[in-house]
């Protein structure tokens, strides 16, 4: 198990004052290799289930400090050098872009990604819905891609975050 999902996971067992309630297991249920445009390897993407929640755990390193927008990406390519092929956000529920939408956001909204100046990052968030509901959507036919723009998201321009580049793609593959 990764160590912030266990530090959640120990969290939440010592916030109920070691209550009898069982905590579900964290299982990984997909997984990828993150790429850059060059085809080098630059971390690992993991779709985690715990119960009913989702969880993206994303660890990178080799980049350039600063704020980039990350999100969910409709197919499960990463062709290189410009990711195209994993078309837009994954939104399969109709909505409008940005967590600021009055519409609600994309399935393959997140939030901005914080790289500090070492380049190297270690972070899991939390995916909006429950797990029967979006995993389907998610493990598709055609897949879905995690990745990583240049630039943040500002949380309101549709249909991409106004985000910039694609500089960073792993593909989401069953894990069973």
Do not use: W
């Amino acid at each position: 198990m990764n160590r912030p999902v266990a530090a959640l996971l120990l969290g939440s067992f010592l916030a109920t004052g070691c209550a009898t309630t069982a905590v579900p297991p964290t299982v990984i249920v997909a997984n990828g290799s993150l790429i850059r445009a060059d085809e080098q390897q630059a971390g690992r993407a993991e779709l985690l289930q715990e119960g009913d929640r989702l969880y993206l755990h994303l660890a990178g390193s080799g980049f350039d400090a600063g704020t980039r927008a990350f999100h969910l990406h409709q197919q499960g390519r990463c062709d290189g050098p410009d990711f195209t092929s994993a078309g837009g956000h994954l939104n399969p529920f109709g909505k409008t872009h940005g967590k600021l939408s009055e519409m609600g956001q994309h399935l393959g909204d997140l939030p901005n990604l914080e790289i500090p100046a070492t380049g190297s990052f270690d972070v899991t968030v939390e995916l909006d819905g429950n797990a029967s509901k979006t995993l389907p959507q998610i493990l598709d036919a055609d897949g879905t891609a995690v990745m990583i723009h240049a630039g943040p998201d500002d949380y309101k321009t549709d249909p991409s975050g106004a985000a910039g580049p694609r500089i960073a793609c792993a593909v989401l593959s069953p894990t069973s």
